[in-house]
C-alpha cells in the first residue's frame, strides 16, 4: 500500500479521487492526514475533527477484494477489520451497523466506501482526541503509524466475507439498541434482521448500509 501523507486536507476521499484522475490507479494507494477540515459522512454529512485525529482513504482494484464480498457492505467489511485491530490492543470498540465505531453508546468515527468503476474507495475517521461533547474518543492511546501498518496488513490478507460475518453478526446484537436512518427516518433496529449479506430487513424494507 503506497501512502501519501498530509498536513491537512478539506476531505482526504476527494483528494485521493482527484489523484486517481490525474495520475490513474497503478496500486492500492492510502492518503493520510492530521487535519481534515471538509471529510465527507454518511448521507452527505461532514465528518470534521481536531488536529491529532485519524483520518486517512484508500482506493483498491475490485480484483483485491475477497470474491465472496457483498459490494454493498464493504463498508461493514473494512470497518471491522480495524475494530479488531483495535480491539487486540486493548480497546473496548464495537462496529454499530453498519459502519460507527463506538465506545460504549457514543459514536467515535465511521466508515464510507464508494465505488467507481472498478476502484472501490474507502475512507475511514476516528477520533484519537477530544472533539466536541456530542463525540466520544478511543479508549486506548495508540501510534497512527502502527494502526495502518497493522490494518494494511490484514486487508491485503484479502480475508473472506463469511469470516468477517460470522463475527460481525454476534456483535450486531449490540445495535439492536440503537436505530438507524431509512428513507430519511430514524427506524429502530430492535426487530431488525440481519441478513447473510450484511443488509438487513426492517419494516418490510431490505436496506444495505448505501456508504
Known amino acids: 500500500m503506497e501512502i501519501i501523507r498530509l498536513n491537512e486536507v478539506d ?37 470534521i475533527g ?22 454493498q457492505s464493504a463498508s461493514i467489511y ?9 480491539q487486540k ?23 464510507i466506501t464508494t465505488l ?11 477520533n484519537l482526541v477530544e472533539v466536541s461533547e456530542n463525540y466520544g474518543v478511543l479508549d486506548i492511546k495508540i501510534d497512527q503509524d502502527f494502526i495502518l501498518f497493522e490494518y494494511f496488513k490484514e486487508v491485503e490478507k484479502i480475508i473472506s466475507w463469511k469470516q468477517i460475518f460470522s463475527l460481525f453478526k454476534i456483535e450486531f446484537q449490540k445495535s439492536r439498541n440503537y436505530k438507524t436512518t431509512v428513507d430519511g427516518q430514524k427506524i429502530s433496529l430492535e426487530n431488525a434482521i440481519l441478513n447473510d449479506d450484511g443488509s438487513i430487513h426492517i419494516e418490510n424494507k431490505k436496506v444495505f448500509s448505501l456508504r
Open 11 to 47: 476531505s482526504t476521499q476527494i483528494f485521493l479521487k482527484n489523484y486517481i484522475l490525474e495520475f490513474g490507479y497503478k496500486t492500492p494507494i492510502c492518503v493520510v492526514t492530521d487535519l481534515q477540515k471538509a471529510g465527507i459522512g454518511s448521507r452527505g454529512n461532514s465528518w
Open 50 to 71: 481536531n488536529k491529532g485525529n485519524l483520518f486517512f482513504s484508500f482506493v483498491l482494484s475490485k480484483d483485491l477484494l475477497p470474491k465472496d464480498l457483498p459490494i
Open 78 to 86: 473494512f470497518t471491522y477489520i480495524l475494530k479488531n485491530i483495535l
Open 89 to 111: 490492543n486493548g480497546s473496548n470498540v464495537w462496529i454499530k451497523w453498519p459502519n460507527d465505531f463506538y465506545i460504549g453508546n457514543v459514536k467515535i468515527g465511521g466508515t
Open 116 to 126: 467507481s468503476k472498478d476502484l472501490l474507495y474507502c475512507g475511514i475517521g476516528i
